[in-house]
């Protein structure tokens, strides 16, 4: 699979009430985190996705007051991709 690029158009851009510089990452961590919510990605995926190193990703979470779910999957998922570093 390869990577994808989702578009959004410049008058959506304009309207989000961020700095210009932070646009990008703000959205990678937007989606990470609707997807870590869904059940879609696992925490270390989703970790990855926000760019967000794992202490981060979980300060992240607490910040914003997302409950974790971990299953024993989740773990195998993490350790495996923790090797992967």
């Avoid at 990703?57 to 195998?76: A, I, S």
Wanted: no cysteine.
């Amino acid at each position: 699979m390869s990577d994808i690029t989702i578009t959004i158009p410049q008058e959506i851009v304009s309207a989000l009430r961020l700095p210009p510089d932070s646009v990008e990452s703000a959205l990678h961590q937007e989606l990470a985190i609707a997807l870590y919510m869904r059940g879609v990605l696992s925490s270390g995926k989703a970790a990855a996705l926000a760019g967000l190193k794992r202490w981060q990703w979980e300060e992240l979470l607490g910040v914003r007051k997302v409950p974790r779910h971990y299953t024993d999957e989740d773990l195998q998922m993490d350790i495996a991709y923790g090797s992967s570093d």
